[in-house]
């Protein structure tokens, strides 16, 4: 099962999925205030608006961040962008698709993913197919 951490104000919920991190740094490099990565609370949701938080949020390339208004509750369906596939070459970084994908694994295991995709194009992720951020190191 994949782990989720959730962070919250009193107006918003900011989830995060570790494991479809792909360490783009992104969050930390738009709102360091907020993505503290050397902090063991790593969120700290009190440091900025929430205008300026799901601004930070809605910039992740992985999907690994996402977020929730709290007045509204909490999703019942992951954000699905609209009909087809986008894929982006990100520079020096993974292939990124965009949309609903049923990925069918070399030993035929299949899974669903939504919103966003990151593929390893480096060969060194140790999540493979997926990226994992190794192409960093």
């Known amino acids: ?18 494991d479809t991190c792909i360490h783009s740094a992104r969050c930390v490099h738009g709102l360091p205030e907020v993505f503290k990565p050397k902090e063991r609370r790593w969120i700290q949701m009190e440091n900025a608006t929430t205008d300026a938080i799901v601004t930070a949020v ?25 009909e087809g596939i986008k894929v982006e070459v990100i520079d020096g970084g993974p292939l990124m698709v965009f949309g609903n994908l049923q990925v069918k694994h070399a030993d035929g295991t299949e899974e669903h993913k939504k919103r966003s995709t990151a593929f390893c194009r480096c060969g060194h992720s140790g999540n493979k197919p997926f990226c994992d951020g190794s192409h960093n190191k």
């Open 58 to 82: 809605k910039a992740c390339p992985s999907g690994a961040l996402s977020y929730y208004m709290n007045a509204e509750g909490k999703p019942k369906e992951a954000e699905v962008l609209p």
């Open 1 to 18: 099962m994949e782990k989720v951490i959730e962070y919250t104000n009193d107006e918003v919920t900011v989830v995060w999925k570790p």
